[in-house]
């Protein structure tokens, strides 16, 4: 087994050209577990912990747009300027694992790792971020929707980096809720990010470990955008809950010994009405 | 195997020789370090016994992969500012208050809570509590836990 | 009424004496991290060993191939069930467990080779195990039905236990019934099993560090299966992270003393968590029916009750684990007539034995369930009918044994009502404050807050005829006092505790401890809340029989009779005139007094054939108030406290008393709203951190415990052990908080949230 330390960007696409095979490793909180249950034995590991430049967060006010390095740790998710510019990041990155996990995980290896239960990605799902992908042979940006293909698969090719992640910056509430059995340290049993564009006079939500991948509601988003009168910023009677209810719908749940499906639908449901109506307080 | 490189722990530098480079750092530490104050209880990042400081940020070390952390400054609990002299303020508290069971926990509470201290000299209760979340104990209920790092932040740590 | 954390703060006196919250001796060790635990030890050429489990949980052997293995560079041994020289078989009660499996596996996990250093699991991989799958056995009824050929030459039933006692047909105009299950807990301590065994020249005996809960039983099980007499076998307590009942069998000890014999060299065996789950016995799983008759004033006429306990592959400690529920069903509570039918079966799951509150969890959580549709049957308070049927010293059990024991059971319930409840949710509560947490799930609205009771009661020391003594050796020299007991401290503080009495008693201050191992006689296990009482008595029995030597050599210089004298302020004083004294420092100066002690508790009886007898030593009582914040919607909930009062006996240092109280709670806790191992078809699907959920800090409730202390006349200390009731009651007062709260009945532990909102 060999193990690269990179200094540059650069450096590390040239690795990953000449061995596509090589593990990227960034927090280590996905891939160091296999490793040690000897899982998995990797030939070569390419560790991005010195590239500095993965992990810049900056605003652009002009376009609207925070554009967040790869490396970026939830730690640094949690703080200004992501808890101003969007709060809904910083919740779900409240909601990862512990202190020591968040010091190391980071948004990219949440994005190659593409659980359905990551944190980040209905987050990143809700606001229609985009994923910026390099490599030797140049960079591309993909949508967050076609970047998440399945269950842990994504449209990432091997010789390629996640470098950033772009978001729009949204006027509106925006929110993550997740369900888990305890009450601190705990994979979702079901996820839910809202985010209201009050300019776009349209919600979104993303559901997330409620499908192989995560999955937006597009149904209950018609119905709320219609439910809400945007210039009074209201809602009507009831649309709370049937909101709740058609989420409910677009989950594709199963059965594990996290949780039932039947539970991960219902409770799906019910995240979602209580976000819109945080979105929405009577 | 055969391969050699350093690791800079508690500042010093230490040679890592005939390792696997699939080694966690945990695993260098306590077998080839002569380091065994960090603990390994699940090796998964889900309770914390494991905790040091990797560049100033408390981390599980076995979720570290010791062949990439060539050129951290890596800290354990026998390296704790003012361990070398007696107990640190947190060491003391936790003796006096009763937070110790088992112990098996301990070393790496102690290096969470001088992180958590350094941070926020003053917690409240659920900043303890969320702080430490990620550090399992199973025999003492945290009260006393949360009863020494009320006293440790009371003293005042000594960094 | 003092609360616990008023008595923890009482001022210190520094000396470390009996009633002080002294410091343990391991303490600072502990903290620094210099505390050697047994995955810590170490020697020079060292190999590492492994075992390979099975993968099926009921499946013949066709054929063990572990040529591949041997070839792999590194691998220095592979044994097989064909190189264990002598008893094939281990066991705490009964010795029904392969050390390897030959022929048959009948759980998952079950040891079939085992291997040696970095290099293991490579060579694990490389066994070949040809196996031919049979039909498991994994419902408990099937096999009390007799409905499957049995799965072990022992059969499929492994205790099978009535009990009679009054009136069988009694009835009350009033009854209640429910069907109670109990999931699987799992102990898990933090520090992995794990032992270091280095071998004499010539392969003529071993030396074992290990983290047990027991040396000596170790010690004889370990030498039946390497063919040695037990002398050759020596055993040292490796520092122990925690243990909760899940180190009284054997797991990893027998294979590490055959690989290092085999190799001649030391071999450390140490569990990963996987395989820790599958490696060590649980709490069992149950299936409780429970109907109480009562008066129309709830006072209770009989209970009647069916239990049956999944004790999977393996006996372990089953049969004891069985007596102790069906013994406690009813409860602290008089109740005149009784029917119970008591169950432990073997299955193909995974072999389940000691947890702290051996059986007596399962029971607590039914009685108590149904003590709160009593309550609402009758038209009372959940206290009221706790109060109305208190037992109390004196009252009959249902095995007709009278409860000798102090049992202050109604003031444990009215002093725990006393504690005042915490306040409300705060408007601007943090989100950490509610139930879901960081999840952000629950504004404050959703939130539904309610209140419930356990109480109960929990035998201390061994049953059924059982001699568990404890052996303590106390030696007094230059003012120095010497302790040695096989006792092993697994993080309960007994090495505090017994430092303190030696202090208290032979008017000392330092007092240095052996380590503890088997050049002493046995000390017992650390279990059944049993070594205040017994080791404690003991060390105070060996540290009075070396006062009275001391005594003798004083007087015999003074020319006064030694009866005459006192240990008074750190000094033997003659009290009759008092302004004799010396100090024991100088009067111990160059002169060494050794005491050696067996403490024995007094004899118990086996039951009959209708369960009856005095199976018991002694009892101790406890009473839990939860209160929880739930959200009905999501079925999410968070303790929010736990009061108790538990009855101690005396507090010989009440911070660790405090300590063991909140301890208990937590593991309660856990049991009551997250713990649980999921089995399918024999296969536990969660044995990780990730998906076996202990509760964290921001999961454990603010503890207000009080401390009722009516010594113990029985007790040698007056102390009675106080480890395993914290954890006991509170299942059920935090449950029936949860239906409080949601007023819709649970009869299952651990709650999960479909079963709250679905």
């Known amino acids: 087994m060999a193990v690269f330390v990179p200094s540059s960007i650069e450096a590390a696409l040239a690795m990953l050209r000449d061995d596509p095979d090589a593990h990227l490793l960034a927090g280590g909180t996905d891939l160091m577990v296999e490793v040690n249950f000897g899982h998995r034995r990797p030939e070569s590991v390419i560790a991005l912990r010195a590239l500095a430049e993965l992990r810049p967060i900056v605003y652009d006010p002009a376009a609207s747009i925070v554009r967040i390095g790869a490396g970026a740790t939830w730690t640094a998710l949690l703080d200004e300027p992501i808890a101003s510019l969007v709060p809904a990041l910083a919740e779900a990155a409240r909601t990862v694992g512990s202190p020591q996990i968040r010091n190391a995980g980071t948004l990219g290896g949440n994005l190659a790792t593409c659980s359905p239960a990551g944190d980040g990605l209905p987050v990143l799902s809700a606001l229609d971020a985009t994923v910026e992908l390099v490599s030797a042979a140049g960079g591309r940006a993909v949508s967050i929707h076609e970047f998440m293909v399945g269950v842990k698969r994504t449209a990432r090719r091997p010789d390629e980096l996640i470098t950033a992640v772009t978001i729009p910056v949204l006027e509106g509430f925006q929110g993550y809720a997740k369900v888990g059995v305890r009450n601190a340290m705990v994979i979702s049993a079901a996820g839910a990010c809202l985010a209201v564009d009050r300019l776009g006079r349209n919600v979104r939500l993303a559901l997330g470990a409620v499908g192989p991948t995560i999955l937006r509601a597009d149904p209950a988003e018609a119905f709320a955008a219609e439910a809400i009168d945007w210039s009074a910023g209201t809602l009507a009677p009831g649309a709370a809950e049937e909101f709740g209810r058609l989420a409910a719908t677009t989950a594709r749940p199963i059965d594990d010994h996290r949780a039932t499906a039947a539970y991960r639908r219902h409770a799906v449901g019910v995240l979602a009405t209580r976000l819109l109506r945080r979105a929405f307080p009577a | 195997m055969n391969e050699q490189y350093v690791l800079r722990v508690n500042g010093s530098e230490r040679s890592v020789t005939d390792a696997w480079l699939g080694e966690s750092l945990l695993y260098v ?115 006393r836990i949360l009863a020494a790092v009320e006293a440790a932040a009371r003293a005042g740590v000594q960094a | 009424m003092t609360s616990a954390v008023d008595v923890v703060n009482r001022p210190r006196t520094g000396r470390n004496r009996i009633g002080d919250s002294a410091q343990r001796p391991d303490g600072v060790p502990k903290v620094q991290g210099r505390f050697a635990f047994s995955s810590d030890l170490w020697a020079d050429g060292m190999l590492w060993g492994m075992a390979l489990r099975s993968p099926h949980a009921h499946a013949r052997i066709r054929r063990v191939d572990v040529s591949a293995a041997w070839r792999i560079p590194g691998v220095e041994v592979v044994l097989t069930a064909d190189d264990v020289p002598g008893m094939p078989t281990y066991g705490l009660i009964s010795q029904d467990q392969p050390v390897f499996a030959r022929d048959v596996v009948r759980y998952v ?452 009779d030694p009866v005459r004298l006192a240990i008074i302020d750190d000094a033997v004083v003659d009290t009759v005139e008092p302004l004799r004294r010396i100090g024991v420092v100088e009067a111990t100066a160059g002169v060494t007094f050794e005491e050696t002690v067996e403490y024995h508790h007094r004899p118990t009886e086996d039951l009959d054939e209708n369960g009856q007898g005095r199976c018991h030593v002694a009892f101790a009582f406890v009473a839990h108030r939860a209160v929880v914040d739930v959200d009905p919607e999501l079925g999410l909930v968070k303790v929010v406290q736990v009061a108790t009062a538990q009855d101690v006996g005396v507090a010989l240092n009440p911070l660790s008393v405090l300590g063991q109280i909140e301890g208990g709670i937590a593991q309660g806790l856990g049991l009551a709203v997250m713990e649980e191992l999921i089995i399918t078809d024999g296969r536990i699907r969660n044995a990780s951190f990730t998906d ?34 914290p954890c006991i009651s509170v299942t059920p007062a935090i449950v029936n908080a949860i239906v409080a709260a949601v007023g819709r009945s649970i009869d299952r532990t651990p709650v999960r949230p479909p079963d709250l909102c679905l």
């Open chain 2, 29 to 143: 530490l306590r077998e080839r370090l002569g380091l065994p104050g960090a603990k390994g209880a699940c090796e998964q990042g889900e309770c914390g016994s494991c905790s040091v400081l990797v560049d100033g940020a408390l981390v599980c070390s076995c979720l570290v992969l010791a062949a990439s952390a060539i050129g951290a400054d890596i800290t354990t609990v026998e390296g704790l500012p003012g361990a070398d002299a007696g107990l640190t303020t947190v060491q003391q508290a936790f003796v006096d208050e009763g937070a110790v069971q088992c112990g098996f926990c301990t070393p790496g509470l102690i290096v969470a809570v001088h992180d958590l201290l350094e941070r926020n000299p003053s917690p409240t209760e659920l900043e303890v509590r969320e702080a430490l979340s990620g550090n399992l104990c199973r025999c003492t209920g945290y009260g």
């Open chain 3, 109 to 560: 996990g079950e040891p079939v080779a085992a291997d040696h250093p970095e290099t293991c699991r490579r060579a694990l991989a490389a066994i070949v195990v040809e196996y031919e799958p049979l039909p498991v056995l994994s419902d408990p009824e099937m096999a009390i039905a007799g409905g499957h050929p049995p799965i072990h030459p022992d059969g499929n039933v492994l205790r099978h236990q009535r009990i009679l006692h009054g009136d069988p047909d009694a009835t009350g105009v009033v009854t209640v019934e429910g069907t109670y299950e109990i999931g699987m807990q799992d102990q898990a301590f933090l520090g992995l099993e794990a032992a270091l065994a280095l071998p004499d020249p010539g392969g003529a005996g071993i030396e074992l560090y290990i983290a047990t809960q027991w040396l000596h039983e170790d010690r004889k099980q370990i030498a039946a299966c390497l063919g040695l007499p037990e002398e050759k076998v020596r055993l040292v307590l490796g520092g122990v992270g925690g243990a909760f009942g899940g180190r009284e069998d054997i797991s990893l000890q027998v294979h590490t003393c055959l690989l290092a014999l085999r190799t001649a060299r030391p071999v450390k065996m140490q569990y990963s968590r996987e395989e820790s789950f599958v490696g060590h016995v649980h709490r069992h799983p149950a299936q409780i029916w429970m109907r109480h008759h009562a008066d129309a004033d709830g006072t209770i006429v009989k209970i009647e009750t069916r239990m049956v306990f999944d004790g999977g592959a393996y006996a372990s400690t089953s049969s004891a684990v069985l007596v102790n529920a069906i013994t406690h069903a009813q409860g602290p509570y008089r109740c005149p007539n009784a029917v119970v039918d008591g169950w432990a079966v073997r299955t193909n799951n995974p072999p389940c034995g000691a947890m702290r509150g051996f059986g007596v969890v399962q029971a607590c959580f039914a009685h108590e369930r149904q003590m709160d549709k009593l309550a609402a049957a009758v038209g009372l308070q959940p206290v009221e009918v706790r109060l109305r049927n208190a037992m109390r010293t004196g009252d009959l059990l249902i095995t007709g044994q009278p409860v000798e024991s102090v049992a202050p059971v109604e003031r444990c319930i009215r002093e725990t009502a006393a504690i005042p409840l915490p306040p409300a949710l705060a408007e601007d509560c943090d989100v950490m404050a509610i139930p879901g947490g960081a999840g952000r799930t629950a504004d404050r609205t959703h939130i539904r807050r309610g209140v419930g009771w356990g109480v109960s009661i929990k035998n201390i020391m061994y049953s059924e005829g059982f001699d568990d003594y404890s052996t303590a050796r106390c030696r007094l020299a230059d003012g120095v006092v010497t302790l040695h007991f096989a006792t092993a401290e697994v993080g309960q503080g007994f090495v505090t505790i017994a430092g303190q009495i030696a202090r208290t008693i032979l008017g000392v201050d330092d007092v240095l401890l052996e380590p503890m191992d088997t050049r002493i006689g046995s000390a017992g296990s650390t279990s059944a809340s049993r070594q205040t009482w017994m080791s404690g008595g003991a060390v105070d029995a060996a540290c009075r029989k070396v006062r009275e030597r001391l005594f003798e050599h004083v007087a015999a210089g003074w020319h006064v």
């Open chain 3, 692 to 725: 076996y959920l202990l509760p964290t800090f921001l999961d454990a409730p603010v503890v207000d415990a009080v401390f009722v202390e009516e010594p113990d006349p029985q007790a040698p200390l007056g102390a009675k052990g106080v480890g395993e009731p």
